[in-house]
C-alpha cells in the first residue's frame, strides 16, 4: 500500500496508474541490518522520499514491495556506500549488495567524507534489463573518456567527439526502451558540452529548447546542472540584459518566465525548470536580494504552474531558510538521564543555549568546562541543553552547566550536526536568534553579553 508521502509525490508529478515493484534478495553479511531505500522528489530540492526499508533476517534474507508509476532512480545510504538502482513499475528484482564494511563513528561523522557511488547488482539480468544496458553504457562511454579526454576537453577535438558518439553508436545502437535512448543522448551531450560549454544554438535545440525536462534521468540532471548553473547571474551580467536585475529586483517572476519563454526559446517547463534552479543558485549568491528571491518562490503559487512545479518550489524554500534565524527550531524530541521528556517549550520567554556535544571527545571537554564559566554570568536568564549522543558510561562528575539530555532524532539532517560540538541560540520568542551560536570557547560570552546588554537598554527605554 502507498504511504501519504510516495502518493503525494505520484499526484504531484500528474500521474495515476502504478503497479508495484517486488525487491528481494540475501546478504548473509547484513543479517539484522536495516535499510532504507529513497528516491528524490526533484532533483533541485533533493527532499528524499522513503520507498521502503530493507530488513535483512538472521540469514540476512530481505524482501519489500511497494508501488511505482515510471521508470525511478533509487538509492540508499549505507556503510559508506551510495547504492543507485532503476525501477521499473510491474517488474522484480533480485539485487545484490557490495561487501559489508563497517565505519568508525570519526567516519560516520565526518562531513568531508563523500559515500562511494555504486550500483545495485541484479541477479542474472537480461540483456535488455534497463540497469543492465546503462552501466555497460558507462563503462564503455568513461573508457573512451579516459582514452580522449585531454584531446576532448582540453583540445575541444569535434572530429574525437564525433569518433566516441560513432563508438558508441555502433556499441549500442537504438533500442526500443525510451529510457535508455534518452539516458544515452544526454550522456553524449556531455562531449558537445565539452566543445561550445552549451552556448551554441544548436546544442540548446538539441538537449534543452524543444524537450521537456526528465526528472528521473540522472544523466539529463548532470548536464542541465552543468548548463544552469549561475543562470540568473550569467544572465544578468550580460551587457544587453540589464532587465534581468530589474525583474529579479521585482520578484517579477511572471514577466521572468515570458522573458524565458520568448526571448530564450524555452518551453514552458523547461523554463519553469531552469528558474527554479537558478533561483536557488542565486540564493546563495551575493548578487541579488535573499529576499527578493525568496518572494519569487513565495510568487510561484500564484502562477499557473504545475501542482509537482508548487511543490518543488515550497521544498526549496523550506529547504533555503532551513535554521535561517527567525524560523521555528526543528522539532526535537529529547530525553533526560531519568528518561522524562525535555521540550524546548517547556521554558517560554527564555533564551535556550542548545549545545550538541559529546563528552567523550577531549575538545568538548573543554568547551563544556568554559560553559560552566559562562553559565554563572547569566544564571537566571539562559537555559542550556545539552544533546549528547548516548548516555552509556556518562556521568556528569565535573559539574558542568545545564541539563544533559539524549535523543533518537536525527540531529544530521534536522540541525545538520555533522561534527561536535554544535550550538544554536533560541530567543525568548521561541525561533532561532544566532544559528549557528558560538560554541563556548569561540566567542560565546560576548556574544550574549550583548544580547543582554541590549535587551537591557530596551527595557529602559520603555520604562
Not at 45 to 69: C, M
Amino acid at each position: 500500500m502507498l504511504s501519504v508521502s510516495v502518493a503525494l509525490f505520484f499526484l504531484l508529478n500528474g500521474i495515476t496508474f502504478a503497479a508495484p515493484v517486488k525487491i528481494s534478495g540475501k546478504a548473509p553479511e547484513y543479517a539484522q541490518n536495516s535499510i532504507e531505500l529513497n528516491t528524490l522528489h526533484d532533483f533541485i530540492s533533493e527532499e528524499k522520499i522513503r520507498l521502503g526499508t530493507f530488513r535483512f533476517n538472521a540469514e540476512g534474507a530481505f524482501s519489500i514491495e511497494f508501488e511505482l508509476p515510471e521508470t525511478t532512480l533509487c538509492f540508499a545510504d549505507f556503510d559508506g556506500y551510495h547504492g543507485t538502482i532503476y525501477l521499473e513499475p510491474g517488474k522484480s528484482y533480485e539485487i545484490q549488495f557490495p561487501p559489508k564494511r563497517t565505519l568508525t563513528e570519526s567516519q560516520k561523522r565526518n562531513p568531508f567524507t563523500k559515500p562511494e557511488p555504486v550500483w545495485f547488482g541484479t541477479k542474472n539480468p537480461g540483456k535488455e534489463e534497463l540497469n543492465f544496458q546503462i552501466q555497460n553504457f558507462e563503462q564503455e562511454f568513461t573508457s573512451c573518456e579516459n582514452k580522449y579526454f585531454d584531446d576532448i576537453f582540453a583540445g575541444r577535438s569535434q572530429s574525437l567527439v564525433d569518433t566516441v558518439k560513432r563508438i558508441l553508436d555502433q556499441k549500442f545502437p537504438a533500442t526500443s526502451s525510451v529510457f535508455f535512448e534518452s539516458h544515452k543522448l544526454f550522456r553524449k551531450a556531455n562531449l558537445d558540452f565539452a566543445m561550445n560549454q552549451g552556448k551554441s544554438a544548436v546544442f540548446m535545440k538539441t538537449y534543452f529548447t524543444a524537450i521537456k525536462p526528465n526528472y528521473q534521468l540522472a544523466a539529463y540532471t548532470t548536464i542541465f546542472n552543468q548548463v544552469f548553473q549561475n543562470y540568473l547571474e550569467i544572465l544578468a551580467n550580460a551587457s544587453n540584459r540589464q532587465e534581468i536585475s530589474s525583474l529579479i529586483n521585482n520578484s517579477d517572476l511572471m514577466n521572468l518566465d515570458k522573458y524565458f519563454q520568448k526571448q530564450m526559446h524555452f518551453n514552458p517547463e523547461l523554463s519553469h525548470w531552469v528558474l527554479l534552479k537558478s533561483m536557488k543558485d542565486a540564493y546563495y549568491g551575493k548578487q541579488f536580494s535573499r529576499n527578493s528571491i525568496l518572494k519569487m518562490f513565495d510568487e510561484v503559487k500564484n502562477l499557473a504552474w504545475s501542482a509537482y512545479e508548487q511543490k518543488t518550489a515550497q521544498l526549496i524554500r523550506t529547504k533555503l531558510t532551513w535554521l535561517s534565524s527567525g524560523t521555528n527550531p526543528p522539532a526535537l524530541t529529547l530525553k533526560n538521564q531519568e528518561g522524562q521528556k525535555v521540550n524546548l517549550s517547556d521554558f517560554p520567554n527564555t533564551y535556550i543555549y542548545l549545545h550538541f556535544t559529546e563528552p567523550k571527545n577531549t575538545i568538548c571537554r573543554q568547551h563544556l568546562d568554559e560553559l560552566k564559566v559562562i553559565a554563572t554570568h547569566y544564571q537566571g536568564k539562559l537555559v542550556i541543553i545539552n544533546v549528547i549522543p548516548s548516555f552509556s558510561g556518562f556521568q556528569n562528575e565535573k559539574g558542568w552547566a545545564g541539563i544533559f539530555t539524549s535523543t533518537e532524532s536525527n540531529v544530521a539532517e534536522t540541525y545538520k550536526v555533522k561534527t561536535y560540538p554544535n550550538s544554536f541560540l533560541i530567543g525568548k520568542d521561541g525561533k532561532l536568534l544566532l544559528s549557528p551560536a558560538p560554541n563556548p570557547i569561540d566567542g560565546l560570552d560576548r556574544q550574549l553579553g550583548q544580547i543582554f546588554k541590549s535587551d537591557y537598554f530596551k527595557e529602559m527605554q520603555k520604562k
